[in-house]
């Protein structure tokens, strides 16, 4: 993604992922939240043309590149740009079910099976305190690695590329879910796009 910043298109309508992510849920997180987050980047950069030259995914990628005064600001808005915009792909009014080939047998390699794997995202996702994301990414010798980052962080400034994202944040179910949490959880495993993680898994190998 390349500065000036613009909200990404969903690929599908507000209410696609009913009932499981509610349709008003889905026009605050994207108008109001992910808009919030561009707006805020692009006047953080704004008298930074060094910056506004890299994409976003190369500057949180190599946090050493963003001025000091501007880093925390950087990796707040950046990361809520970014990581909102690879959420919207992990879902799918077709989604759902198990992943399948080459990423289920990586899923396979690295946590013993797929239910296994899906307990321990469940877990996880229940354990993380506060806001924040769960991720599926690779690490630098090709192996899957899950693991959590706080508010708008991403794998991608420890060097690893990230292939599922999953948001904890409250205002990604409060409306609908309130504080359950866990429900919120066993509703998304019916919209995951595995398609796109796969995809996301070959193009990172
Ligand atoms: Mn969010």
Redesign the pocket.
Known sequence: MNYPYKLPELGYAYDALEPYIDKETMIL?HTK?QQAYVNNLNGILENHPELQKLPLEAILGDLNVIPASIRQGVIDQGGGVLN?TMFWTMMSPRGGGEPKGALLEAIKANFGSFDAFRDQFTQTAKKLFGSGWVWISLNKDGKLIMSTTPNQETPLSEGMKPIMCF?V?E??YYLKYQNRRPEYIDAWWHIVNWDQIDENYRKAE
């Open positions: 997180h939240h909102h948001d944040w205002h990604a």
